[in-house]
T-cell receptor
């Protein structure tokens, strides 16, 4: 069974600063995928970034990067140069082996990020 | 990426009634997924809908309560049957591949 743990229910960051949102996972699979999603107050779920378990480099997408530490089973999201529009709930999620559709992911409980002006 | 639309966007329903939620994708996909997000909580997968076969339900969800149709490769419906206040949630339709997942805007359901 897969498990995602997000230990920070809420985080605050000053505008223009960087912030790290924590995510640890547990799985017995050797191959898996890790995802981060953003959910603004409007309720939509926005896919941000993906990291494969065999990817040697950390994933980056614009201001988002994923700090992947496989031995520690952590996949932290780093948001650089925070903007007011980054205020939202952020979810970490995990899918199983390579041919598993991401739609069958397991989600963490989420972290609410508030960006202060 | 995939563009997903859902109808209705929100509804308020009486206890004991049923609501059917529609999900339309702008491209053909093999699998579509239905999630539930209860207030203040994370997402929970309800079922996987494959075209041409019965939906596969996750533990804790049953077909009688959440019947699903998948008539073609771009469309699916989820019905929430015999509703109770505990069914008040956001219901999300989703499609994806191995490296990404996309969600519809969600249907906010309130059961009174």
């Amino acid at each position: 069974a897969q498990k995602i743990t997000q230990t920070q229910p809420g985080m605050f960051v000053q505008e223009k600063e960087a912030v790290t949102l924590d995510c640890t996972y547990d799985t017995s699979d050797q191959s898996y995928g890790l995802f981060w999603y953003k959910q603004p107050s409007s309720g939509e779920m926005i896919f941000l970034i993906y990291q494969g378990s065999y990817d040697e480099q950390n994933a980056t997408e614009g201001r988002y990067s994923l700090n992947f530490q496989k031995a520690r089973k952590s996949a932290n999201l780093v948001i650089s140069a925070s903007q007011l529009g980054d205020s939202a709930m952020y979810f970490c999620a995990m899918r199983g082996p390579y041919n598993t559709n991401a739609g069958k992911s397991t989600f963490g409980d989420g972290t609410t990020l508030t960006v202060k002006p | 990426s995939a563009v997903i639309s859902q109808k209705p966007s929100r509804d308020i329903c009486q206890r004991g009634t049923s609501l059917t939620i529609q999900c339309q994708v702008d491209s053909q996909v093999t699998m579509m997924f239905w999630y539930r997000q209860q207030p203040g909580q994370s997402l929970t997968l309800i079922a996987t809908a494959n075209q041409g076969s019965e939906a596969t339900y996750e533990s804790g969800f049953v077909i009688d309560k959440f019947p699903i149709s998948r008539p073609n490769l771009t469309f699916s419906t989820l019905t929430v049957s015999n509703m109770s206040p505990e069914d008040s949630s956001i219901y999300l339709c989703s499609v994806g591949g191995s490296y990404e997942q996309y969600f519809g805007p969600g249907t906010r359901l309130t059961v009174t």
